[in-house]
């Protein structure tokens, strides 16, 4: 498939994905939604993909929202479907079986600020605002906005920024754990891809039991949640990177790790 409205660079192993509406703030139309969805599902089975950075095109937007000139027309039978259209999207942004880190290089709102919100983590540039303005237009946020903001930053934090269509700013995200970093605009790439580095230097079968034991156990009760870990950790027993990791801890070396 050629993309129209996303961009793709793939630098060994990590591949950055920015949406590219440039004239509309990176807007995400019916098209773009289309075009991210089989790119991510394209990225989840690519063995060749370690890590996925989702940005935006150019200095001003990450995502300014979903594409208002087409909400401007939904009715009650098309809305549903188009919501649900871009809550399985974000879904698959969030099972993307490797670390998938929003860098947010400035407007994110609406349907980008949910796009951030699905994405296993979040780092801002210093020019970064972000918000769920919905509500300003008649609608509430229909891409998981209502439920994963509260995930992440608590519910009383996210009923205010919702209800108050408020606006934060790169510093006010952090605050508020909305976003785990910031950085200067020019470095947002080059550190969230040495962190990324960083990672993948990991084991990375233990990386991705980490990620599904934290995505699929923050939606089960407690007891169940520790027992999903527990089995994680068992199985990790039996590969070879656990004796490496041990092992090179042990012979004070740095560990060759193979996934396996
Ligand atoms: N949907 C469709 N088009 C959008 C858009 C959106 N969510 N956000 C911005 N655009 C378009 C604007 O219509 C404009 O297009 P035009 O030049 O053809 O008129 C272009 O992007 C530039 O936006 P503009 O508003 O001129 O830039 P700005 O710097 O003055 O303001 C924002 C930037 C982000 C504050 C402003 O665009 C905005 O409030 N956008 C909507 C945010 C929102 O409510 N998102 C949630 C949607 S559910």
Known sequence: MTYENI???????????AVHRPDKL?????QTIGELQHCFDALAADDSVKAVILTGSGEKAFVAGADISELASQTSLTARPLAMKGQKLMNTIE???KPVVAAINGFAFGGGCEMALACHFRYASDNAVMGLPEVTLGIIPGYGGTQRLPRIIGKGRAMELILTAGRVDAEEAHRI???NKVFPQAELLPKTTKMLRKMLSFGPVATSFALDAVNHGSEMPLTDGLNYEATFFGLLASTNDLKEGMAAFLEKRAPNFTGS
């Open 7 to 17: 961009l793709r660079t793939d630098d060994d192993g990590i591949t950055t994905i």
């Open 95 to 97: 099972a993307t079986p």
């Open 177 to 179: 754990g909305l976003v």
């Open 26 to 30: 990176n807007a995400l139309n019916d």
